[in-house]
């Protein structure tokens, strides 16, 4: 998670204030063990020193300009220093620089050292020593954050393994169980822009035993560990090897390989014939990120030999050149991918973020084609599908080959994820787990044959990696992809059929982006206190509290912030803060009854009506929200 921002109430022109600032800063220089980010700060702090006119009268341009560089580097040490990058269930996440509110090596030894005295203080008496397992992308100090983690590690007698070089986050998860470690280190961002990095934290091996073994941190484990950290008197305290951790081999990637090679059979009892399977043509984007040359690896040995990888974004890059921002979701992300599927006449697109951990699908949606201008992906009917739609799509194919023996098998989804999953593991037998937001959540559901959340993340091999991941998903899809065409059919005529067997579900995505994280307290407060009437023309019935509703209605889980309206119609809005951004997000779904005899013809009609409600409901919720 992100620290907080700095105070608004910080004046530059105070000089008292200015003094408190200045010491603090100084003082963090002299123990800052980085050379680029202490210069980084000698520099902002030269700047903020500098002398402004004392004559009367107004200043010459050259005096402004030094006068607004002043004010201008006063504010940028005040939102380094007014606040302390917060360690929490997302371990850390935050822009890279110096200073305590930002991403660096003297806030990743500290972490570290948090992380090793807990595991210390865990395992105390226990033979043999903590066993942690490092990994970590191609981003901006994410090699010099590992190093540094296997460093304070190795130097309090922990074994730190480190993997082979920048590698997918869900490699990591795999590692963790696969070497019965005790904890695990990603250094990743996922998915944000390119001026961050972070710190993932999983704990298992001996610490955590039961269905979490494995996962992400939840409390109270994340606040454990952040009173270690809080107790590091200085990183020059903190002993550091210059050797002495393992660097793994090649070995527990190709187990990892194997694993997800064998899934689509284990998890979904689907084969292909390599024959078939080298009639579907894949197009594959890993976005700058780490997760190419293995997703390729793993379609290639499953007989998927046509994969085309989107030249221009193949090879890892920190400053993601070719997007805006390196998430799938994102407007624009996957232009390049869609233009290659158009030119080559392939099948499927396939996209991964940059760590490796999600997977979007693009398909050729005829009733989809528009009127963007001629030759484009766009209008021939490309489209990304909704994380619904892949969550439903890949659910339903696990939940039909548990379906004869479902006893004690779980599917999974977040609260803010379509309703649709829930029905279908009901249809099959199955258990079903609404959990919060985040696949540390979903991992802990005892049980689980498959989870996922809307934002692309997909857990369909839980026994192997206990966390989403992007590789196996593509796998998954890519099977079930060439079995619809054996039979003549593609994943749209499939969606079809389970808005026939069980209605047709849209959902969508409202969000507002906000400088002050105050402002979204009071946007969802507002909410929470003056909810809309209506809903898209449908009367709200039910609203819940989601950090005080009834644990009858949230079947038991924990207080979360954020609020649930339910309209008469079952159309459904639910508005949170996002853990990792500084935003409000609303997740609207609506439902449409299909005949179960319905011709693509009505089912398309069904869902332009959908598309119409969700609009409207989108509307209402803007103008609740003041969006």
């Given at each position: 998670m992100t620290g907080t921002r700095a105070s608004t109430t910080f004046d530059p022109a105070d000089e008292t204030a200015w003094s408190d600032l200045e010491t603090a800063v100084r003082d963090w220089v002299a123990d800052d063990p980085d050379p680029q980010t202490a210069d980084e700060l000698r520099r902002l702090?030269?700047?903020a020193d500098g002398e402004v006119p004392r004559h009367p009268g107004d200043p010459s341009p050259e005096e402004r300009q030094r006068i607004d560089a002043r004010r201008a580097a006063r504010e940028e040490l005040a939102d380094r220093f007014g606040a302390t990058l917060q360690f929490g269930t997302a371990g850390l996440r935050g822009a890279l620089g110096g200073g305590p509110n930002r991403m660096n090596r003297a806030v990743v030894i500290r972490a570290a050292a948090g992380l090793a005295a807990y595991l210390g203080r865990e395992l105390d008496g226990v033979s043999p020593a903590p066993r942690v397992v490092i990994g970590y992308d191609a981003r901006h100090r994410s090699v010099d954050f590992a190093r540094d983690t296997a460093a304070v590690l190795t130097a309090v007698g922990i074994e730190a393994l480190v993997l082979p070089g920048a590698q997918p986050t869900p490699v990591l998860a795999f590692a963790l169980r696969h070497l019965d470690a005790d904890a695990a280190v990603?250094?990743?961002?996922?998915?944000?822009?390119?001026?961050?990095?972070?710190?993932?934290?999983?704990?298992?091996?001996?610490?955590?035993?039961d269905a979490g073994?494995?996962?992400?941190?939840?409390?109270?484990?994340?606040?454990?560990?952040?009173?270690?950290?809080?107790?590091?008197?200085?990183?020059?305290?903190?002993p550091r090897a210059t050797e002495g951790w393992t660097v793994l081999g090649r070995e527990v990637i190709d187990a990892y390989a194997a694993a997800v090679a064998s899934a689509p059979a284990r998890v979904a009892g689907l084969t292909v014939d390599p024959l078939l399977a080298r009639e579907v043509k894949i197009v594959l984007t890993p976005l700058h990120g780490v997760g190419g040359d293995l997703a390729a690896r793993v379609?290639?040995?499953?007989?998927?030999?046509?994969?085309?990888?989107?030249?221009?974004?193949?090879?890892?890059?920190?400053?993601?050149?070719?997007?805006?921002?390196?998430?799938?979701?994102?407007?624009?992300?996957?232009?390049?991918?869609?233009?290659?599927?158009?030119?080559?006449?392939?099948?499927?697109?396939?996209?991964l973020d940059p760590d490796a951990d999600r997977c979007a699908v693009a398909v050729q949606d005829p009733r989809a084609r528009g009127h963007l201008g001629p030759d484009t992906a766009r209008?021939?009917?490309?489209?990304?599908?909704?994380?619904?739609?892949?969550?439903?799509?890949?659910?339903?194919?696990?939940?039909?080959?548990?379906?004869?023996?479902?006893?004690?098998?779980?599917?999974?989804?977040?609260?803010?994820?379509?309703?649709?999953?829930?029905?279908?593991?009901?249809?099959?037998?199955?258990?079903y787990a609404p959990t919060l937001t985040g696949f540390k959540w979903l991992s802990r559901v005892d049980g689980l044959v498959f989870g996922y959340e809307e934002a692309l993340g997909y857990c369909?091999?839980?026994?192997?990696?206990?966390?989403?991941?992007?590789?196996?998903?593509?796998?998954l899809l890519a099977t079930l992809a060439a079995r619809l065409r054996s039979e003549g059919r593609t994943f749209v005529d499939a969606l079809d059929d389970l808005a026939r067997r069980h209605g047709l579900h849209l959902s969508g995505q409202?969000?507002?982006?906000?400088?002050?994280?105050?402002?979204?307290?009071?946007?969802?407060?507002?909410?929470?206190?003056?909810?809309?009437?209506?809903l898209g023309g449908s009367r709200v019935e039910i609203v819940v509290d989601l950090a005080t509703g009834s644990d009858a209605d949230r079947r038991g889980l924990p207080p979360t912030e954020g609020v649930r309206l339910t309209a008469a119609d079952g159309t459904r809005v639910v508005v949170r803060p996002s853990g990792t951004e500084p935003k409000v997000k609303c997740y609207l779904e609506v439902v449409e009854p299909v005949a179960p005899e319905a011709d693509v013809h009505a089912v398309g009609a069904a869902r332009r009506a959908a598309a119409d409600r969700l609009h409207a409901v989108e509307a209402d919720v803007r103008a609740a929200l003041h969006l």
């Open positions: 702090l030269g700047l990603q250094v990743t961002a996922s998915h944000n822009p390119a001026r961050d990095n972070g710190y993932k934290v999983y704990l298992g091996g001996r610490v955590v035993t073994r494995g996962a992400q941190i939840v409390p109270p484990y994340d606040a454990a560990i952040a009173a270690e950290i809080a107790h590091v008197r200085s990183v020059a305290s903190v379609l290639n040995a499953a007989g998927f030999t046509d994969v085309l990888v989107v030249p221009e974004q193949a090879d890892p890059h920190p400053d993601f050149p070719s997007i805006a921002f390196p998430n799938p979701e994102e407007a624009g992300a996957i232009d390049l991918a869609l233009g290659l599927a158009w030119d080559e006449r392939a099948d499927l697109v396939l996209a209008a021939d009917g490309w489209r990304m599908l909704h994380g619904d739609e892949t969550g439903a799509l890949l659910g339903a194919t696990i939940a039909d080959h548990w379906r004869s023996t479902p006893d004690g098998r779980v599917l999974a989804s977040s609260i803010v994820s379509s309703r649709l999953l829930e029905r279908i593991a009901d249809d099959a037998g199955l258990g369909v091999d839980p026994d192997n990696v206990h966390d989403k991941d992007g590789i196996s998903a593509a796998l409202v969000s507002g982006r906000f400088d002050d994280a105050a402002q979204i307290v009071e946007r969802v407060e507002r909410l929470r206190q003056h909810p809309p009437a209506t």
